[in-house]
């Protein structure tokens, strides 16, 4: 549109800074006024769909198709008079700067010449994430959140100064938008510094805002057998996710490359198995101050703290709105991350053991096996035994490897028949029965028992005339 100056700022020139290309194609566009009608004007140039945001502060969404990705421009009016006003009313001082786009598509590498009226460019170059203004928390309470997820995702150093400042809106983040308080929460989950960020959350008061649930384990003594309290214990969990997910060095070579792809997976766009992992990781003892006992010889016990954190949890993915995959992911985690503890401790993995695990866990089973083995390294620090933990690991790439290399063996075997030709060969009505006996089918195949389908059949006879006796 003639006559407007269009301006990209933020995002975009911050990862040109920083030579890291963005994970995801978002573009801020900022005009003086009439973003709404520029925007829609921009969509029907390029030929993408018009996203209207928020009509009473002048914003809208242009979506573009692309062969890797869809672009979205996101354009707005300026957040006061004149640009210098906008870029000084912005999160963080590595957001608050702009180039005329008309110049930047002239010449996009590097960019230059920047408006910068805040020094962003010098917080990039010392790595360090400077709130713009005392109030910016205060206005924005997910900027907590953006804090600290910045802070994980670029390895930058929050300012000191900030603290305080994230301390004093915390109370307020109830009033935020649950789903923008979730996105910023798995985007940080998502890092290889996970942990710092749900530290920091933990040290302004954030994390007890967003789950209320875990305050009750702070300071919550657990006996020897930990070397943490509980919520201590749950934080240390997230970092111990943090060390073995980055690599998976821990593992051997094989497994490395299927478990980083398992867990880089996203359930629905932008949240990935990673991050769920380290949520349920967080989560997953957040039954035991309910179930916490002590017995006479001063003993502490917290028998069935996992159906419990399941049921607690059921509520907070619900409050976070996560979708149902993403939510059964995560109670189904809370629910199991002892089973494979118990796993770990046979003398030997039989094969009717590894597939009911699978069985029950389904495609959640690696991130079950991960989630345990974050726990299983908080649990006690220095004091593990070298030993149990080697064998440990070795019942861990057991069950591991027979989900990503032997799944139709052990896993999920190829169906030897169907219920259709169970119920014509033994004159049988749809019903529980037929369910049963595939299920049968299918165990004794992962068990190695039968390999065809006359041996199928066979079995199938067998237990159809137990039942008829």
């Known amino acids: 549109m003639q006559g407007i100056t269009c301006y990209l700022v933020g995002g975009w020139l911050r990862d040109q800074l920083l030579a890291s290309?963005?994970?995801?194609?978002?573009?801020?566009?900022?005009?003086?006024?009439?973003?709404?009608?520029?925007?829609?004007?921009?969509?029907?140039?390029?030929?993408?769909?018009?996203?209207p945001l928020d009509d009473e502060h002048g914003c809208a969404r242009v979506v573009v198709a692309s062969p890797a990705a869809p672009i979205e421009l996101d354009v707005g009016d300026f957040r006061g008079r004149t640009l210098d006003d906008d870029l000084r009313a912005r999160d963080f001082t590595i957001n608050a700067m702009a180039m005329p786009l008309e110049a930047w598509l002239r010449c996009p590498e590097p960019p230059a010449p920047l408006i910068d009226p805040l020094q962003g460019a010098?917080?990039?170059?010392?790595?360090?994430?400077?709130?713009?203004?005392p109030g910016t928390f205060r206005e924005d309470p997910v900027r907590i959140l953006r804090a600290v997820r910045f802070v994980?995702?670029?390895?930058?150093?929050?300012?000191?100064?900030?603290?305080?400042?994230m301390s004093d809106a915390a109370p307020l983040l109830s009033r935020v938008s649950v789903e923008r308080l979730r996105d910023e929460l798995l985007a940080a989950l998502d890092t290889d510094r996970a942990s710092g960020a749900v530290r920091s959350l933990n040290e302004v008061g954030a994390l007890d805002v967003l789950f209320p649930e875990l305050i009750p384990g702070r300071g919550l003594d657990q006996g020897p057998f930990h070397h943490l309290d509980v919520l201590g214990h749950q934080v240390e969990t997230v970092v111990q996710a943090d060390r073995f997910l980055a690599e998976f060095a821990e593992f051997s070579l094989p497994l490395r490359e299927p478990l980083?792809?398992?867990?880089?997976?996203e359930l629905v766009p932008r949240h990935s198995r990673k991050a769920l992992i380290k949520l349920s990781g967080l989560l997953h003892d957040v039954g035991k101050p309910v179930r916490r006992t002590v017995e006479p010889d001063g003993e502490i016990w917290f028998l069935g703290h996992e159906h419990t954190g399941a049921e607690l949890t059921a509520g907070i993915v619900q409050r976070l709105r996560l979708s149902n995959r993403e939510a059964e992911m995560v109670h189904q985690l809370v629910l199991h991350h002892l089973r494979?503890?118990?796993?770990?401790?046979?003398?030997?993995?039989?094969?009717?053991?590894?597939?009911?695990?699978?069985?029950?866990?389904?495609?959640?089973?690696?991130?079950?096996?991960?989630?345990?083995?974050?726990?299983r390294m908080a649990t006690r620090g220095s004091r593990s035994r070298l030993d149990q933990l080697d064998q440990q690991r070795g019942r861990l790439e057991e069950l591991l490897?027979?989900?990503f290399f032997q799944a139709e063996e052990v896993v999920k075997p190829p169906r030897l028949l169907d219920g259709r030709q169970l119920m014509r060969t033994f004159q049988l009505k749809p019903g529980p029965l037929i369910g049963e006996l595939l299920g049968?089918?299918?165990?004794?195949?992962?068990?190695?028992?039968?390999?065809?389908?006359?041996?199928?059949?066979?079995?199938?006879?067998?237990?159809?005339?137990?039942?008829?006796t």
Do not use: M
């Open 122 to 133: 010098e917080a990039i170059r010392s790595r360090r994430l400077i709130p713009c203004f």
């Open 401 to 403: 490897n027979a989900y």
């Open 340 to 375: 494979p503890g118990f796993l770990s401790r046979e003398p030997q993995l039989t094969r009717r053991a590894v597939y009911r695990f699978f069985k029950e866990l389904g495609d959640h089973g690696p991130g079950c096996l991960l989630t345990w083995w974050a726990d």
């Open 440 to 468: 049968a089918i299918e165990e004794a195949q992962a068990e190695g028992r039968i390999h065809t389908s006359d041996d199928a059949l066979a079995l199938a006879r067998t237990l159809v005339e137990q039942q008829n």
């Open 152 to 165: 994980a995702q670029l390895d930058f150093a929050l300012d000191p100064a900030a603290l305080p400042l």
């Open 21 to 51: 290309p963005p994970r995801h194609l978002n573009v801020d566009l900022a005009v003086e006024r009439g973003a709404i009608a520029f925007a829609r004007h921009l969509a029907q140039a390029l030929g993408g769909a018009f996203v």
């Open 260 to 265: 980083a792809r398992y867990c880089a997976e």
